[in-house]
C-alpha cells in the first residue's frame, strides 16, 4: 500500500513539473518576460533586464513568434541606449528593423526607424538622423497615423 502511494505521488509530481514546463512555453509567459524586462530597464535593473529579454527572445525564436522576438530586441536595444551604448543599441535596432521588415507589418518598421534615428541625434550625424525619420514619416503618412 504504502509503495503504491509513493507511486501515486511520484506520478503526480511528474504531471505537475510536465504542466508547469509547458506554461513555460507560452506567448503570454514570453509577454511575461518581457514586460518584466521593460519594468526592469526602468528601474535601471539593466542586467536583469537583459537577462529577462534575452530569455524571451530566445523562446519568441524558438517559437517563430516573430512579434515576441521583436519587442525582445527591440528593448534591449532600448536598454543599450538607456546605458548610452549607442552602437550596440543600433545593432539590436537594425535587427528589430529587419524582423519587422520580413515578418511584421509597416506600424513595427516605423517604430524602429524612429529608434534608430534617435541614435543618429544622439551621435550628431543629423543627415542619417534625417534619413530614418524621414522613412518613418513617410511610413506614417501612408498609414495616416498623425500621432507618429
Same mark, same amino acid.
Given at each position: 500500500?504504502? @509503495? @503504491?502511494?509513493?507511486?501515486?505521488?511520484?506520478?503526480?509530481?511528474?504531471?505537475?513539473?510536465?504542466?508547469?514546463?509547458?506554461?513555460? $512555453?507560452?506567448?503570454?509567459?514570453?509577454?511575461?518576460?518581457?514586460? %518584466?524586462? #521593460?519594468?526592469?530597464?526602468?528601474? %535601471?535593473?539593466?542586467?536583469?533586464?537583459?537577462?529577462l529579454l534575452t530569455e524571451a527572445r530566445n523562446l519568441a525564436e524558438k517559437n517563430h513568434w516573430y512579434e515576441q522576438v521583436f519587442l525582445a530586441t527591440n528593448n534591449i536595444g532600448a536598454n543599450y541606449f538607456t546605458m548610452l551604448d549607442y552602437g550596440? /543599441?543600433? $545593432?539590436?535596432?537594425?535587427?528589430?528593423?529587419?524582423?519587422? #521588415?520580413?515578418?511584421?507589418?509597416?506600424?513595427?518598421?516605423? #517604430? #524602429?526607424?524612429? $529608434?534608430?534615428?534617435?541614435?543618429?541625434?544622439?551621435?550628431? $550625424?543629423?543627415?542619417? /538622423?534625417?534619413?530614418?525619420?524621414?522613412? /518613418?514619416?513617410?511610413?506614417? %503618412?501612408?498609414?495616416?497615423?498623425?500621432?507618429?
Amino acid at each position: 500500500m504504502l @509503495k @503504491k502511494k509513493f507511486h501515486i505521488s511520484l506520478y503526480l509530481l511528474f504531471m505537475l513539473l510536465f504542466a508547469i514546463n509547458l506554461s513555460a $512555453n507560452t506567448i503570454q509567459h514570453c509577454d511575461s518576460l518581457i514586460k %518584466k524586462g #521593460v519594468d526592469a530597464m526602468w528601474k %535601471k535593473e539593466h542586467v536583469k533586464s537583459l537577462e529577462l529579454l534575452t530569455e524571451a527572445r530566445n523562446l519568441a525564436e524558438k517559437n517563430h513568434w516573430y512579434e515576441q522576438v521583436f519587442l525582445a530586441t527591440n528593448n534591449i536595444g532600448a536598454n543599450y541606449f538607456t546605458m548610452l551604448d549607442y552602437g550596440e /543599441a543600433l $545593432n539590436y535596432y537594425l535587427e528589430s528593423y529587419t524582423i519587422a #521588415v520580413k515578418e511584421l507589418d509597416p506600424q513595427h518598421e516605423m #517604430v #524602429v526607424l524612429n $529608434n534608430i534615428a534617435i541614435i543618429y541625434t544622439k551621435e550628431r $550625424n543629423f543627415d542619417k /538622423a534625417e534619413e530614418y525619420f524621414q522613412k /518613418a514619416y513617410k511610413i506614417a %503618412k501612408e498609414k495616416d497615423d498623425s500621432l507618429k
